[in-house]
C-alpha cells in the first residue's frame, strides 16, 4: 500500500494555507489505485456554515397548508416541491415560499398518484408511486405530463435523477442475487429505454438488522421495528452520478460508480461513544410513547416486553444518514448525545472532510426517517416550528471561497 500527502496540497489550495494542513489529510493508494482518504481534523472549519434562510409554511386555511410533508424535492431555483398524504397532493411554492399551485393530483389516472417520492432535475420532476408500480415524469413549469411507465412497487423510499437523466427508484433484490446481503436500485432513463437493475452489495457485518417483534393478543404478530442505535448500512445516490455507501459501525464511505465497482474510498477518525442505561430507557420510552399515542390498541406492557432495552448495542453508531448534493458534495448526519442541536460532517468530492455542520435542529429526527432534499447549495428539511405546526426549514450552504 502507498500513502501520499502530494494529492492534499493540491484539494487543500483552496482552504487557506496548503502547508498547515496538509498534515491533516493523508490519501493510501490501495491495490487497483483505488485512493482512500483519511483526514484527521476539519480542514475549513471556519469557512464552511449551514445558515437559515427561511420556514416555508403557509398560515392554517390558506392554501398548501402543511399537514404532514412525506417527502420534498428542491430546485436549484429555489422551488420547493412537498408531497402530502390523504388525499395525496404535490405543493410547488417558490424561492420565497409562498404556495403557487398544485401538480397532478389523487388518483389512479394518468397524471394521478395515490403515494409519491419525488426528485428534480433542471425543468423535470420525477414521481415515483409505489402503491401503483409507477413512475410519471412532469415538466415543472406547466405540470404537463412527458411520460409515465411502470416501475417498482413496495418501496416507499427516497428517489433522485443523476446528471445523465436517470432516476433512482428502490426495489426489492431478485430472489437469485445469493445469500450476500444486498440492496436494490431500478434505474429508470427519462428519455426511454430499458430499466437497469443496480445491485448494491452491503457489508457482511450488517447482517440481518436486529427487530423488536410485537405481537397482540393470542401471540399474532401486530410488527416489528429495527433496535434504536444499531449499526446499519447506508446508500446514497448522488446526483452526479453513481452512490455513496457505507456501514455505520465504522466511519468509512465509499464511492462507487455501479454499486460494484470502488471509486474511491474516504472517512475521518471515529471514537465510539458509549450508550448509557438512561440513554437506552428514554429510547424504549419514547418508542412506547409513540405506539401508544398512535391509538393502535396495543398495551403499554406488551410493548414494553417487546422493546427490550438489553438489544440496543452499548456504543452509538458512526452516523445515522448519508446525503449528496448537486456538486458532490457529502454530509453525513453524526449519531450524538446532543438532542438540540444536528451535528453534519461535510465532505468535499474528494472525500476531504471540510467542516463540522451544526444547526440547532431538534426537530431533526435521528435514525428515524425526516424528509430532506438537497439543491446545489441548499437543505430543505420537513420539521416543526415552535408551536408544533409543520414547516419546511431551508438551509444555505454558504463557504467563505464562494
Given amino acids: 500500500m502507498q500513502t501520499t500527502r502530494t ?145 417498482t412497487c413496495c418501496f416507499w423510499a427516497p428517489i433522485e435523477v443523476d446528471a445523465r437523466g436517470g432516476a433512482w427508484l428502490p426495489t426489492m433484490p431478485p430472489s437469485d442475487s445469493g445469500g450476500t446481503p444486498q440492496r436494490a436500485f431500478l434505474r429508470v432513463p427519462l428519455a426511454g429505454g430499458d430499466a437497469d437493475t443496480i445491485l448494491v452489495p452491503q457489508a457482511a457485518a450488517s447482517g440481518a438488522l436486529p427487530r423488536w417483534h410485537v405481537t397482540g393478543p393470542g401471540g399474532r404478530m401486530q410488527f416489528s421495528m429495527s433496535v434504536p442505535m444499531t449499526p446499519r448500512a447506508l446508500e446514497a445516490v448522488d446526483p452526479s452520478g453513481g452512490l455513496v455507501t457505507g456501514f455505520a459501525a465504522d466511519y468509512r464511505l465509499r464511492r462507487t460508480t455501479d454499486g460494484r465497482d470502488t471509486v474511491s474510498l474516504f472517512g475521518r477518525p471515529f471514537t465510539p461513544v458509549p450508550i448509557t442505561g438512561a440513554t437506552k430507557q428514554a429510547l424504549v420510552d419514547a418508542r412506547v410513547a409513540q405506539q401508544l399515542a398512535a391509538n393502535n390498541g396495543l398495551d403499554e406492557a406488551g410493548l414494553r416486553r417487546a422493546f427490550d432495552a438489553s438489544m440496543i448495542p452499548d456504543v452509538r453508531p458512526a452516523f445515522d444518514w448519508v446525503y449528496v448534493d448537486r456538486e458532490g458534495r457529502v454530509f453525513a448526519l453524526r449519531t450524538t448525545a446532543d438532542t438540540t442541536t444536528v451535528h453534519l460532517d461535510l465532505f468535499d468530492r474528494q472525500g476531504v472532510w471540510l467542516a463540522e455542520l451544526t444547526v440547532p435542529e431538534p426537530g431533526w429526527a435521528r435514525q428515524l426517517y425526516t424528509p430532506v432534499a438537497l439543491s446545489r447549495d441548499h437543505l430543505a428539511i420537513a420539521t416543526t416550528d415552535p408551536d408544533g405546526l409543520p414547516v419546511i426549514r431551508i438551509y444555505q450552504l454558504t463557504s467563505e471561497a464562494q
Avoid at 35 to 61: F, I, S
Avoid at 124 to 129: A, I, K, P, R
Avoid at 137 to 144: C, I, K, L, M, N
Fill in 7 to 151: 494529492i492534499a496540497l493540491v484539494l487543500l489550495a483552496g482552504c487557506g494555507s496548503a502547508d498547515a494542513r496538509e498534515s491533516l489529510v493523508t490519501i493510501d493508494t490501495l491495490p487497483g489505485g483505488i485512493p482512500n482518504v483519511t483526514t484527521t481534523a476539519p480542514v475549513a472549519q471556519e469557512g464552511w456554515a449551514l445558515r437559515h434562510v427561511r420556514d416555508v409554511g403557509p398560515a392554517p386555511g390558506e392554501p398548501g397548508e402543511l399537514v404532514d410533508p412525506q417527502d420534498l424535492a428542491l430546485a436549484d431555483d429555489g422551488t420547493l416541491y412537498v408531497v402530502e398524504q390523504g388525499p395525496a397532493t404535490l405543493n410547488v411554492y417558490d424561492s420565497t415560499g409562498r404556495w403557487q399551485r398544485t401538480i397532478g393530483r389523487d388518483g389512479s389516472g394518468p397524471g394521478e398518484f395515490t403515494a409519491a417520492f419525488i426528485a428534480v432535475r433542471g425543468d423535470t420532476l420525477v414521481l415515483q408511486d409505489p402503491a401503483q408500480s409507477r413512475v410519471t415524469v412532469y415538466r415543472t413549469s406547466t405540470g404537463e405530463v412527458l411520460s409515465t411507465r411502470p416501475s
